[in-house]
């Protein structure tokens, strides 16, 4: 493969070998990387402009709304929309479903796309990194009719394409569309992304945990014992703890060195806390495409049929014997 190939000649060149291939989804993942370009473009200006701190809002999570946030989102939704690809929108920043055409209009779109636009947004102001994650189905509904929620409601086996762009030390674009992972990135001097990390492999086991341990009174009693397995004194192990807080940052280091990231359900949140749809979806996919694992403790995460938009999930993920293990604790 042309190591100096960039993301837009990388999705030309594959667009044959997506099963529905016509050209569409390459322009919908045109869209997200000219939108990704344009965030991380403000991502990397905070601090010196007046874009960090709240907007005074909160969204439907009950969240605190950063002037990122809505920018990102803003961003992300109108490159979505002028792309003509795609008949409706999910974000975590927007209650409803965002239908493009308009809910009474018909719509000539295949696809919907499923998004957090800035992912760990509560780490901006003290410059850690932050991440946008996407998940696109193809919709159920026929082509030329309004988006229903059930377009949304989907298993996320179902999805073609998911990915996300960490806006890190570098910036990157990690993609699948169900044939390997592949990463990109950002060289800033030009304002492409190149193919940096071809067909991303998790290795099979690791030696880094990633959880909010100051829940861990919280937790349910297997997440319990298997932290205090990963702490134990035996083997290769104790494994080091390593937690950003940003999902996407957390995955992005496990998946190249190995290792899990856990985020359970807990007393205080009794469903967990991340987002089934737009978070933890799109980040099983590529685990899994990257040969690891998914699971909400019990059952696999992409094989779960959703009820809500904005549902949550205990959320398990990473390198495969690490998830088996965990799952033997629950
Ligand atoms: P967000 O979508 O509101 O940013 O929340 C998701 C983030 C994840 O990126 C991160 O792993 C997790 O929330 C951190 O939560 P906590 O601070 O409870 O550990
Ligand atoms: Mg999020």
Do not use: W
């Amino acid at each position: 493969m042309n190591e100096h190939m960039t993301l837009g000649e990388f999705i030309i060149e594959n667009q044959s070998a997506f099963q529905y291939s016509s050209g569409e989804l390459s322009k919908l993942l045109n869209g997200l990387r000219l939108a990704a370009k344009m965030v991380n473009h403000e991502v990397n200006k905070a601090g010196l402009v007046d874009i960090i701190g709240g907007a005074g809002e909160v969204n439907v999570q009950g969240e605190d709304q950063q002037l990122l946030d809505v920018f990102a989102n803003d961003k992300f939704i109108h490159s979505i929309i002028k792309r003509d690809i795609a008949c409706g929108i999910v974000s975590e920043e927007e209650d409803e479903f965002i239908s493009i055409a308009g809910s009474d209009k018909a719509n000539k779109g295949k696809y919907v796309v499923l998004m957090d636009p800035l992912d760990g947004s509560s780490n901006i102001d003290v410059n850690v990194s932050v991440g946008t994650i996407f998940s696109i189905f193809r919709r159920v509904t026929p082509v030329g009719t309004p988006v229903q929620l059930e377009d949304f409601l989907q298993p996320g086996s179902l999805q073609v394409a998911a990915g996300y762009v960490v806006y890190g030390t570098s910036t990157m674009l990690v993609y699948t569309t169900g044939d390997g992972v592949n990463g990109f990135t950002l060289n800033p001097a030009i304002g492409s992304f190149y193919l940096s990390h071809a067909n991303i492999q998790i290795p099979k086991t690791g030696n880094i945990y990633s959880v909010n341990e100051g829940n861990y009174s919280h937790f349910p009693q297997g997440v319990k014992d298997y932290i205090k397995y990963c702490q134990k004194e035996e083997e290769n192990r104790p494994y080091s703890a390593r937690y950003i807080g940003s999902m996407v940052s957390d995955f992005h280091r496990n998946m190249l060195k190995g290792g899990i990231y856990m985020y359970p359900n807990c007393t205080k949140n009794i469903d967990g806390k991340l987002r089934l749809l737009y978070e933890a979806n799109p980040i099983a996919m590529l685990a899994e495409q990257a040969g690891g694992k998914a699971s909400n403790g019990v059952q696999r995460i992409l094989d779960i049929k959703p009820t809500e938009i904005h549902q949550r999930v205990p959320f398990f993920c990473g390198s495969s014997e690490m998830v088996d293990k965990l799952e033997s604790f629950l």
